[in-house]
């Protein structure tokens, strides 16, 4: 069973352009995190989303962020007009569907975004 | 005041040692605990749930005071790769109860040999 994919793992844009990162989560997980580690400091919630759904968004900033997760295909958070404050590790996590209060979430190896 | 607080460390013990690392949380109404354990900014990987009563995995032992909006986890006998950055986690409760975690900033383990 093959744990959560991210890719890319490693994206460099220029300050302006478009980021575009992917999350697969476990085979039979249905809910899908996303977390962003700024250089130095701790994991920070941006959004929960189920499929076809955002189920929670307070984590994400008000502008140039969004998120998706489709009927088919992977989780996207799209980042665009990318500022150099947006450089960090972004970290997708899933779960399965809910079973209870203490769902444990397992992490991507996540996609280390550079804006120069 | 930080929803989930720890000791950033670092803490350097020799190989051997006991070492222990707490943290506090600030919402009471919180249900799920967690110890993740993190390497050289990798992705986080769950080390231990944590239980009111108390549980034990191998070496390490994790403890809830409810009372105290505390957690701990103690590491016996350390490992030279238990060097680490150690990450005390809460699910946050919100009305939806969205099953968010809130992470507190970590506390770094050196095991020197």
């Known amino acids: 069973n093959a744990g959560v994919m991210q890719n890319p793992r490693h994206l460099v844009r220029r300050r302006g352009q478009e980021a575009r990162l992917r999350c697969s989560p476990m085979?039979?997980?249905?809910?899908v995190y996303w977390y962003r580690q700024l250089p130095e400091e701790g994991l920070k919630f941006m959004v929960y989303l189920q499929k076809e759904n955002i189920i929670d968004e307070s984590g994400m900033p008000k502008e140039r962020f969004s998120a998706e997760f489709p009927k088919e295909g992977p989780s996207i958070l799209r980042i665009q007009q990318v500022v150099r404050g947006d450089s960090a590790a972004y970290f997708c996590?899933?779960?399965?569907?809910?079973?209870?209060?203490?769902?444990?979430?397992?992490f991507g190896p996540g996609t280390r975004l550079t804006v120069l | 005041r930080k929803e989930v607080e720890q000791d950033p460390g670092p803490f350097n013990v020799p190989e051997g040692a006991t070492v222990a690392f707490n943290c506090t949380y600030s919402?009471?109404?919180?249900?799920?605990f967690f110890w993740y354990r993190q390497d050289c900014r990798k992705e986080p990987k769950l080390l231990m749930s944590v239980y009111s009563s108390g549980n034990e995995d191998g070496r390490f032992t994790a403890q809830l005071n409810r009372a105290s909006q505390y957690i701990s986890l103690l590491i016996r006998d350390s490992k030279l790769s238990d060097s680490a950055t150690y990450l005390c986690v809460v699910n946050s409760l919100t009305g939806s109860n969205t099953g968010k975690l809130i992470f507190g900033q970590g506390t770094t383990l050196q095991v020197k040999p």
């Open positions: 919402n009471s109404a919180s249900q799920s």
């Open positions: 996590a899933s779960s399965p569907p809910r079973t209870g209060l203490k769902d444990t979430q397992y």
């Open positions: 085979k039979g997980h249905s809910h």
